[in-house]
């Protein structure tokens, strides 16, 4: 076998020995020195069947802990569409975004964070409408379905005249989207949302957060809130979710100038 496709097709042996079961999600493989005995082959070779399947979404390297399994390229995907909804999980009356479906309790990966902080990100303070360095609330979350990986990162900052109408959006409630019901009852019904969308690679914290390789693209998605109650943007969050969890959907609608050029279908023969 010619040697630039050797790593291809160890490569294939172990993904087969993945899609049989004889590694669990979350499981570590051997060292690459345990799979270069297996295979009679040398470590450069294994490290490149391995970057070949991290590529791939099988698996993906810790620091510290090696190589890891992870669900593969057909891991659950989800729609997220434009449409915001009610929470009716729990007591609490939240709202649940895209890609979540109104009807389930999202779980923290890890602890949920929120601090006053100086806001550092030029692009999020021009959205926001402030200058650098305004000290605002950082909301932080890693959150997920129940029983999946971690779906996304999600932070949001919060408008400092936000804070001061309701101070209790620091606060962890059960519902998701609480505190934003609660800056609405503070005088800002109705918040109204607006999107930007983009691809781009993860940071090393962002790719063991959501447990991917870091050569795996994210979908970025930042939402600016609007208060209802003076026009202004009132909080604004940033979603980062691995780009094979999600697929966007979105109904395309025609400008004027792309009606239909002639008077009515009886000019057509239709």
Request: no cysteine; charged share 25%; glycine share 8%.
């Amino acid at each position: 076998m010619a040697v630039h496709s050797r790593y291809l097709d160890i490569a294939a042996q172990i993904r087969a020995r993945i899609e049989a079961g004889e590694w669990e999600p979350g499981a570590r493989l051997p060292r690459l020195d345990d799979f270069a005995k297996q295979y009679d082959a040398n470590r450069d070779t294994i490290a490149r069947a391995i970057g070949a399947l991290e590529s791939e979404g099988f698996v993906w390297a810790v620091q510290g802990r090696g190589i890891i399994v992870r669900h593969g390229m057909m891991r659950l995907r989800r729609p997220r569409g434009d449409l915001v909804k009610r929470n009716v999980a729990t007591d609490s009356p939240g709202y649940s975004f895209p890609s979540a479906s109104s009807q389930e309790v999202w779980k923290h990966h890890i602890p949920p964070k929120a601090s006053l902080e100086p806001l550092t990100d030029p692009r999020i303070a021009r959205l926001l409408g402030l200058p650098v360095g305004t000290e605002v609330m950082r909301r932080f979350r890693v959150t997920g379905p129940e029983s999946e990986p971690p779906f996304q990162i999600n932070i949001s900052w919060i408008h400092p005249r936000g804070v001061a109408d309701a101070p209790e959006v620091s606060s962890q409630a059960l519902g998701p989207g609480d505190w934003l019901v609660r800056l609405e009852k503070a005088g800002h019904w109705p918040i109204s949302w607006l999107e930007i969308h983009r691809a781009r690679m993860p940071t090393k914290d962002e790719a063991a957060l959501l447990e991917i390789p870091t050569s795996l693209p994210v979908l970025e998605i930042v939402r600016v809130g609007t208060s209802g109650g003076d026009g202004q943007p009132i909080e604004v969050t940033e979603y980062i979710v691995a780009s094979d969890r999600v697929e966007t959907v979105h109904i395309l609608h025609r400008d004027e100038s792309a009606q239909a050029p002639w008077p009515d279908d009886t000019e057509t023969g239709r």
